[in-house]
């Protein structure tokens, strides 16, 4: 299981692994806004977290297509397939690889992006930490899609769409954690905890209805 | 050990591509699949490779004190058309994390990298990308697969494509020596694979419409 995890990093490193594709894509997003919307600092600050986190989701699942056909069209999935090891623990491996090598950056580029909002201390502090706590449900969401999809040529965009309504609650309690962070009357803790919860639910049931797809998928 | 196929039946779209094929294997035996194009030949690999869901009968594995809860999949190894194998990553690479991945089944040892890579004749070239070597050089790569885990049944299709003679022959080398050490080969081939003693199927194709599933 450590060889997967090397080597789907390794992979997303090299020529055309895409790992920098995601990072490139949600700093194009974010650092067209203040462009978009002028530079009133207020206006920027206010909705800052909210770009930052969409800039996040639609970078998320911008590679997520990749993650089980890749393995499809030159075989190896035949072979992942037929192995002892029980299918939903490989899924669950190369959800985290692929979180690690796509969304990890996006963590850490996030604050970067932060001060392009003009957004404070305190709110670039919560953006990246929800994103960190938050990113990982979208992964496993999306290799759901990913598995259902994995026969399609060009499942990208479908993908996308197949799990963009379950990302939704995501992005909420995402934005909504971040906004409490600099909002006083609100509280920071309930709707992060619930994003943590929905991290959790979705790691078990995202590997399990993805290996339940990839099972399924026989051509 | 045993690899028995009971009655097997496969679906393709509407028709029944095949039906009521049984075989059994034993230790050190080989069953070789003719038949045009299109006959069922890779499906039958693929069914009892346990990628595709028979439309009736089954596949058991059989071995003296093995687990009767043992898929028959997890005894095979499963050269396809396709070679499995990442063009990013260099031949080592990819040889060393499929040893790792699929680990030695029971009662048996495989080759290091290095030595599997040494017995299909392309030993100075591990550190090239694969997606570096030609079509042929591909195939010996994906063949030296078999040879870094071990696997008691080998279940091959078309193996022998774009190879030139002399590779022919090393892989036939590698057929018979794992025959000899009590190995099972399933194979489908047009060219004859140049082995003595073998059980040939010959497939004819569509075993015609049955009777409706539902």
Known sequence: MTALLLRDLKLSVRAGGGALIGVLFFMTVVAVIPFGVGPDLNLLSRIGPAIVWIGALLSALLGLDRLFQTEREDGSL?????????????????????????????????????????????????????????????????????????????????????????????????????????????????????????????????????????????? | MRLTADKLAARRGEDLLFSDISFDLGAGEALILTGRNGSGKSTLLRVVAGLLRPERGTVTWAAPGSDISVRASEACHYLGHRNAMKAELSVAENLSFWKSFFGDFDGGTALSVHE??????????????????????????????????????????????????RAEATFTDLI?????????????????????????????????VMEEAW
């Open chain 2, 176 to 208: 018979r020596e794992h025959l000899d050490r009590g190995g099972l080969l399933l194979a489908a081939t047009h060219q004859p694979l140049g082995l003595e003693g073998t059980q040939e199927l010959q497939m004819t194709g569509f075993a015609g």
């Open chain 2, 116 to 165: 599997a890579a040494d017995r299909v004749g392309l030993e100075g070239i591990t550190h090239l990308p694969f997606g570096y070597l030609s079509a042929g050089q591909q195939r010996r790569m994906a063949f030296a697969k078999l040879l870094v885990a071990h696997r008691p049944v080998w279940i091959l299709d078309e193996p022998t494509a774009a190879l030139d003679t």
């Open chain 1, 78 to 219: 035949d072979l992942i397939l037929m192995q002892e090891h029980p299918l939903v623990l490989t899924v669950l491996v190369k959800c985290l690889a692929h979180w690690v090598a796509n969304c990890l950056p996006l963590v850490i580029a996030a604050p970067l992006l932060g001060l392009f909002m003009n957004m404070s201390e305190v709110a670039i502090g919560a953006v990246t930490l929800t994103l960190l706590v938050g990113t990982p449900a979208l992964t496993f969401i999306g290799a759901v899609g990913a598995a259902v999809a994995v026969a399609l040529p060009r499942g990208g965009l479908l993908v996308s769409i197949l799990v963009l309504p379950l990302a939704i609650p995501v992005l909420i309690f995402g934005v909504s954690a971040s906004y409490a962070a600099v909002q006083d009357p609100a509280p920071f803790m309930p709707p992060f905890l619930i994003l943590i919860a929905i991290t959790m639910f979705f790691a078990v049931l995202g590997p399990l209805g993805a290996a339940l797809a990839l099972r399924n998928a026989g051509d």
